[in-house]
C-alpha cells in the first residue's frame, strides 16, 4: 500500500492510474460511514467483478470473526503501552447513536450537528457543475473557516487539480452565490460585497455602500459616521443611514448565517446524525479505544469467478471485463487508503485530544489542520476531506462532529458560558468588555469583539437582553 505522501502530493508528470488512485481515494476519503456505504453498494450493483462476502469479517485482513468480537490479531498488532488503541471495526462491533453497547444513553445526550456548512451548501450547487467542479467545490468547501472565509489562495486548488485559474474563479462564484450568500469569499469585505451585489436594485445607494465597503471598514466598525460621511462625500447622517443598512442586511461573515440568529437557529440547517463514524471508549485501565465504523456487514473483495471467467473471455467482451476488473482493484485499493488515513488521524487527535475526549469541552486544545498534516506527511487538504461530515461518539455517550477536535475557540467560549451562568448567582451582568477582563484572568486574552462573537455562536444575548430577562 502506497503512504500516504506518496499519493497525497501529486506531481504534474503523474502516470493516469497514479491519478485516478489519488482523485477516487479523495473523494472516498470526504465521505462519512452512511455515505460511503452508499458508494459502495453502487459499485456493487454496477460492477460485476466486485463481491460482497456475507458474514462479520474484519474490515482489515479479512479474518472470520465472532459476532460482537473484534478482531484479535489486528489489535493486538497495534497494542503498545499505554497509547490508544485505533483500529477499523465492523458496523455493528456494538456502539451506535442509540447507546453504547446496549446501554441507555445519559440523559443529557445531543445528537452531534456535523460539519455541515460544505456539505449544505454543495447540494445546493452540485447540479449545476460537472464532476472535475464538483471535485474543486468540494475541496473549497472543505478548507473554510468558523466564519465561512477562504484560508488558502485559489491558485493553491487551481495547481492542485491541474486547472486553469480561472476555472476555480468560476466555482467560487458559483458557490458565493448559494445560501449563505458570501460563502468562500477571500475576505469580510469581499463576502459584504457579494451580498451586496446581490440586493441588487433593492439596494439603497448601492455604489456609496460599496464604497463605504471597500474603503471605509474601519469607520464602518468605529461608528465614525463623520469621517465616514467625508469619505463618501455625503452628511453625517446619510453617512449612519448607509452604515445602518449594511449593518443590517450584511454579514462579514457568512457561516454565522449557517449558525442562525440569536436564539433562532437556521431551520435550513442539515439534520444531526443519527450514527457516529467513529466510536471512543475507556477501559477500566483508562486505555481509549477508538473505533473507526466501517459501514458493510460483510468483505468486499474482488469476486473469483469472474477472475476466472476473464481467461476465457469472449473477444467483445474481454476489453470490458478487463476495465471492470481493474476498477474493482482500484476501489479496494483506495477504500483501504482511507481507512488507513482517518485511523493514523485518529491515532494521533486520541493522544493530542484525550482531555478533552474523557473530561469535556473545557479540556480542548487548539490545533489545526495544518498541524497534523504536517505531523501526518500529508496535505492540509487531506486532514479536511477526512474531517468534513464525520461524527465521533464520545465515552460519555454524546456525540460531537469531528471537525470539533479542531474547535479552536470552543475552550473559550465554554469558560464564557460559565461566567454568564454564574451571572446569576452573583446578580451582576457583565458587558462584552467586563467578559473580556474576566476571560483574559482565565489567560484567555481576546477582544471584545470577539467576546461579542462566541456570545452570538453559542446563541447567548447581549448584556443588555440578559439584564432585562433578569429583572
Known amino acids: 500500500m502506497a ?5 497525497l502530493y501529486p506531481g504534474a508528470q503523474q502516470r493516469p492510474q497514479a491519478t485516478a488512485h489519488l482523485a477516487q481515494t479523495m473523494s472516498l476519503l470526504g465521505l462519512n460511514a452512511q455515505e460511503l456505504n452508499a458508494r459502495i453498494e453502487a459499485a456493487l450493483a454496477e460492477n460485476p467483478a466486485l463481491e460482497l462476502l456475507e458474514g462479520r ?3 482489515s485482513c479479512g479474518r472470520t470473526l465472532r459476532s460482537g468480537a473484534s478482531c484479535q490479531a489486528c489489535t493486538q498488532a497495534k497494542a503498545q503501552g499505554d497509547e490508544p488503541l485505533v483500529f477499523l471495526a465492523p458496523t455493528d462491533s456494538g456502539f451506535s447513536a442509540e447507546g453504547r ?10 445528537g452531534a450537528q456535523p460539519e455541515t456548512l460544505g456539505t449544505y451548501v454543495l447540494r445546493q450547487i452540485a447540479t449545476e457543475l460537472d464532476p472535475l467542479e464538483q471535485e474543486i467545490a468540494a475541496h473549497i468547501l472543505t ?5 465561512g472565509l477562504l484560508t488558502f489562495p485559489l491558485l493553491e486548488v487551481a495547481r492542485y487539480h491541474h486547472v486553469p485559474l480561472v476555472v476555480v474563479e468560476e466555482v467560487v462564484q458559483r458557490i458565493q452565490q448559494a445560501d449563505p450568500l458570501g460563502v468562500a469569499s477571500s475576505s469580510p469585505t469581499e463576502a459584504l460585497l457579494v451580498q451586496l451585489k446581490s440586493l441588487g436594485n433593492q439596494a439603497p445607494n448601492a455604489e456609496l455602500c460599496a464604497k463605504a465597503i471597500r474603503e471605509g471598514m474601519t469607520m464602518l466598525g468605529k461608528r465614525q459616521y463623520a469621517e465616514l460621511g467625508n469619505l463618501l462625500g ?5 453617512a ?11 454579514s462579514p461573515y457568512p457561516a454565522r448565517a449557517h449558525w442562525g440568529n440569536l436564539g433562532t437557529p437556521n431551520a435550513d440547517a442539515p439534520s444531526t446524525y443519527s450514527r457516529p463514524d467513529i466510536a471512543i471508549r475507556q477501559q477500566e485501565d483508562q486505555r481509549l479505544v477508538v473505533e473507526v465504523m466501517w459501514p458493510l456487514r460483510g468483505l468486499l473483495r474482488v469476486n473469483p469467478l469472474f477472475q ?5 473471455a469472449p473477444e467483445d467482451k474481454a476489453e470490458q471485463w478487463k476495465l471492470d476488473l481493474e476498477q474493482a482493484n482500484l476501489l479496494i485499493k483506495c477504500l483501504a487508503q482511507r481507512n488507513h488515513t482517518i485511523v493514523r488521524l485518529m491515532q494521533i487527535l486520541a493522544v493530542l485530544q484525550r482531555h478533552f475526549i474523557t473530561a469535556g469541552d473545557a479540556y480542548l486544545k487548539p490545533i489545526t489542520r495544518a498541524s497534523i498534516a504536517d505531523e501526518l506527511g500529508v496535505h492540509e487538504s487531506t ?16 456525540i460531537v462532529p469531528l471537525s470539533q477536535f479542531f474547535d479552536r475557540s470552543l475552550h473559550i467560549r465554554t469558560a464564557l458560558k460559565q461566567i454568564i451562568r454564574a451571572e446569576t448567582q452573583e446578580g451582576k451582568t457583565y458587558s462584552d468588555t467586563k467578559l473580556a477582563r474576566l476571560l483574559e484572568q482565565q489567560g484567555f486574552a481576546i477582544a471584545r469583539r470577539t467576546v461579542a462573537k462566541y456570545r452570538m455562536m453559542e446563541n447567548i444575548e447581549p448584556a443588555h437582553m440578559r439584564k432585562a430577562q433578569a429583572a
Open 57 to 59: 469479517h474484519c474490515p
Open 308 to 312: 476466472q471467467a476473464l481467461r476465457e
Open 3 to 7: 503512504l500516504p505522501s506518496q499519493i
Open 383 to 398: 486532514i479536511s476531506r477526512a474531517v468534513s461530515g464525520k461524527s465521533v461518539q464520545l465515552p460519555s455517550g454524546k
Open 143 to 147: 478548507g473554510l473557516d468558523e466564519d
Open 240 to 250: 449612519e443611514q448607509i452604515a445602518d443598512f449594511i449593518t443590517q442586511n450584511l
Open 101 to 110: 453497547s446496549g446501554e441507555e444513553l445519559p440523559e443529557d445526550y445531543t
Open 234 to 238: 455625503v452628511s453625517k447622517a446619510k
